[in-house]
């Protein structure tokens, strides 16, 4: 697996999993029927803002992260990160090295600590992945979350120092 800086030239291979993923709805705040514009602009940012995907040796995406400031001015030193892993991909590692990647490309620009704002409390993988890497649950947003299945779940806010 290789991970490196995306590119344009990536998003059609990111697109499918992104739009699955969020028309599932069990997993991420974005809308369900979110276009594919909005979706773009909102994972491919410019700016104090970095994409990444994973790749296998065939150059198949297998997943992406993002990296941006969580805040700004005086907070700005906080980052945020997103995850997404292609569903045939998921359980391989991607998730994992992504994860660890993102870690420390945020410890070299600089930021001091890292914070999820919107990890929903039945994702238990996500949730035993990020612990696994050093985030602790600071707090939980009763019923923030309507789970398509479930109903109105948690959101967790998670937090770990760089």
């Known amino acids: 697996m290789h991970i490196r800086d995306a590119t344009a030239a990536d998003w059609p291979a990111i697109w499918p999993f992104f739009r699955a993923i969020a028309a599932a709805g069990d997993t991420y705040t974005y809308p369900r029927d979110i276009g594919e514009e909005r979706a773009r602009s909102s994972w491919m940012p410019a700016g104090r803002r970095r994409t990444v995907v994973a790749t296998a040796e065939d150059g198949t995406v297998l997943g992406t992260a993002k990296l941006e400031p969580n805040h700004q001015g005086p907070a700005a030193h906080i980052a945020n990160a997103s995850f997404m892993v292609a569903p ?39 949730v035993a992945l990020w612990r696994s890497l050093g985030f602790e649950i600071v707090a939980t947003l009763p019923e923030g979350f309507h789970h398509p299945v479930k109903g109105y779940v948690g959101l967790h806010i998670m937090y770990r120092l760089l």
Not at 88 to 104: M, N, P, S
């Open 88 to 126: 045939e991909h998921a359980g391989h590692g991607a998730g994992r090295a992504l994860g660890e990647h993102v870690l420390r490309l945020a410890r070299a620009e600089g930021y001091r600590a890292m914070q999820f704002n919107a990890v929903v409390e039945t994702n238990t993988k996500a």
